[in-house]
């Protein structure tokens, strides 16, 4: 069974920095995607960013293209999103993900609890 526990959330103004992370155990992610979401108070939770364990190959939705950088970490088994340049409206829940590549394509079935960040204008 795959375990997943985001921490890194936080208060930041907008204009600085936050990197979140999320341990992952469980199993062997080698044939995984991991990805991050967000979800805003009355909103629906949406994509962020995605990874592709093996490859590291990267997605990104284009709200925070150039500002995010997602990666992953082999030996500690954590999933990294750096945040830069943060505005408000990035406010919410972030909640990582993780499910194999052979599942339905921008599905997944494994969830972390979340954690909140906050952008202050």
Request: aromatic share 12%; charged share 15%.
């Amino acid at each position: 069974q795959v375990q997943l526990v985001e921490s890194g959330g936080g208060l930041v103004q907008a204009g600085g920095s936050l990197t979140l992370s999320c341990a992952v155990s469980g199993r062997t992610f080698s044939n995984y995607h991991m990805g991050w979401f967000r979800q805003a108070p009355g909103k629906e939770r949406e994509f962020v960013a995605r990874i592709t364990w093996s490859s590291g190959l990267t997605y990104y939705a284009d709200s925070v293209k150039g500002r995010f950088t997602i990666s992953r970490d082999n030996v500690k088994n954590t999933v990294y999103l750096q945040m830069n340049s943060l505005k408000p409206e990035d406010t919410a829940v972030y909640y990582c993900a993780a499910d194999l590549i052979t599942y339905r394509p921008g599905e997944f079935r494994s969830w972390g609890q979340g954690t909140q960040v906050t952008v202050s204008s």
